[in-house]
C-alpha cells in the first residue's frame, strides 16, 4: 500500500512544480510496475545499476549529482540497515552511497521490523548523519497487526520535502479552525431546511493552511468533498450541533476560519413522525440558530475571520457584521456574481 501513497506523493511533488526521477529497487517492481511512475513523472523509471543501454556504467554517479533532494518512500527496514551501513548493491542503493544531498526516508514496514534493534541502530546512525527519517504512523498494517509501521501521511511527507528546501511554513504549528459547509435543520424525521453551500471555500481554506505547516481542525456540515487527508475533521448537521464543536474546539486556536453558510433559523417543533402531506397550508414556525461567530470573540484570543455572502449593499453590510460579531477580518462576496458565490470553484472577494 505504501508503494501506491508514493504515486500519490509523486503527483503532489509534480503538482508544486518538482523535476522528479524515480528509481525503483527489483522489490519495488514486485509490488508496483514502473509504468505507472513512468507515466506520472513524464520521465523514464531507472531499475537497473548496469542497464544494457548503458555508455560508462556511471551514468547513477552523474545523474546523483544533479539531484536536489533524495526522497525514499516507502523506507523499508532492508533499505535503512544497508544505507546505514553503507552497502550499495543495487541502483537505489548505490546513488544513494554517492550522494550527500538532504535526504528524506518515509518508513513503512511491519511493526516488529521497525522495533527490530538493527532499525532501530540504523535509524540512530542514519539521524547523526543529518538524514530526516519521519516516524511512521500507528494503525492496522498490511499484516492486519496493530502497530507502529505505517507511511507517514502523504501531506506530512510533502511538508517535510518542503522543510527539507526550507521552504517557509508560515503557518507550522499554528492551530487552525475552519467552519465549512452547510447546516441543515430538520423539520420532521425525513426532510430538512438548508442552503446551496458546497463547502469548497472552507475545503479549500483548510487544505492551504494545512500545506503552510497549520494543525487544522474542520467543523463541516454535510458536503459531497472529501475530507483534505492530515487534517482534524468533524461532522456535524445543524447549527447547533456547529455551536458545539466549534465551543470544544475553540480551546488554544490561533486563527478561525468561520466559512459556514449557517443556517439562520431551525425548525422549533420537529416532528418525530413524517409529516403527512395534505391540500391545506402548513406553517413551520422558525426560531433563530445561535450565530456561532458572535459567540466566540470573548472565548478566544485568536484571530477571527469571518464571511459575509451578500447579493445588495456588499461593502456596508459586511462593515456591520465585521463590527457586530467582533471579527478582525471580514470577507466578502457576492451570491450572485458570476464565478463567484454558492458552489462556485472560483470566488472573488472584498477583504
Ligand atoms: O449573518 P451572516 O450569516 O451573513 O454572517 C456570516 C458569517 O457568520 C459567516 O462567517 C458565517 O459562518 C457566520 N455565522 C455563524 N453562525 C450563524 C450565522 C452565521 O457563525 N448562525
Not at 52 to 75: Q, W
Not at 245 to 256: E, G, L, M, T, Y
Not at 286 to 296: A, E, V, Y
Request: one cysteine or more; glycine letters at 6%.
Amino acid at each position: 500500500i505504501a508503494c501506491y501513497k508514493a504515486c500519490e506523493i509523486l503527483r503532489l511533488l509534480r503538482k508544486d512544480g518538482a523535476n522528479v526521477q524515480v528509481m525503483m529497487s527489483q522489490s519495488a517492481l514486485k509490488f508496483i510496475s514502473k509504468t505507472t511512475f513512468a507515466a506520472l513523472s513524464g520521465q523514464e523509471v531507472l531499475v537497473d545499476l548496469f542497464p544494457n543501454s548503458s555508455k560508462s556504467g556511471l551514468e547513477h554517479i552523474e545523474l546523483a549529482n544533479t539531484l536536489d533532494a533524495i526522497i525514499i518512500v516507502p523506507a523499508t527496514a532492508n533499505i535503512l540497515c544497508k544505507v546505514a551501513n553503507g552497502i550499495a548493491d543495487d541502483i537505489v542503493t548505490t546513488t544513494l552511497s554517492v550522494c550527500d544531498q538532504p535526504t528524506l526516508f518515509a518508513p513503512a514496514m511491519n511493526f516488529r521490523m521497525w522495533e527490530n534493534p538493527a532499525t532501530i541502530n540504523a535509524v540512530d546512525i542514519l539521524r547523526d548523519k543529518g538524514n530526516i527519517i519521519l516516524d511512521p504512523h500507528e494503525g492496522l498494517l498490511a499484516s492486519l497487526h496493530e502497530g507502529n509501521g505505517r507511511l507517514a501521511d502523504p501531506r506530512q511527507i510533502i511538508l517535510a520535502i518542503h522543510e527539507l528546501f526550507n521552504i517557509p511554513l508560515p503557518l507550522k504549528n499554528k492551530k487552525i479552525l475552519i467552519t465549512a459547509g452547510p447546516t441543515q435543520e430538520p423539520i420532521d424525521s425525513v426532510r430538512f431546511i438548508s442552503n446551496y453551500s458546497s463547502g469548497k471555500m472552507g475545503y479549500a481554506l483548510a487544505k492551504k493552511a494545512h500545506s503552510m505547516g497549520g494543525l487544522v481542525t474542520l467543523i463541516s456540515g454535510p458536503t459531497y468533498l472529501n475530507s483534505p487527508s492530515g487534517i482534524e475533521h468533524i461532522s456535524i448537521n445543524s447549527a447547533k450541533e456547529m455551536y458545539r464543536a466549534v465551543h470544544s474546539s475553540i480551546k488554544d486556536k490561533d486563527f478561525i476560519f468561520m466559512a459556514a453558510a449557517v443556517a439562520d433559523y431551525s425548525s422549533k417543533n420537529i416532528s418525530k413522525q413524517k409529516l403527512k402531506r395534505s391540500n391545506q397550508n402548513i406553517t413551520i414556525e422558525l426560531t433563530p440558530n445561535p450565530d456561532i461567530l458572535k459567540s466566540i470573540s470573548k472565548k478566544t484570543t485568536a484571530k477571527i475571520i469571518g464571511f459575509a455572502l451578500e447579493t445588495n449593499n456588499g461593502e456596508k453590510e459586511a462593515l456591520r457584521k465585521l463590527n457586530e460579531k467582533k471579527c478582525d477580518y471580514i470577507i466578502l462576496n457576492y451570491a450572485d456574481e458570476k464565478g463567484a458565490g454558492f458552489n462556485s470553484s472560483t470566488n472573488r472577494v472584498t477583504k
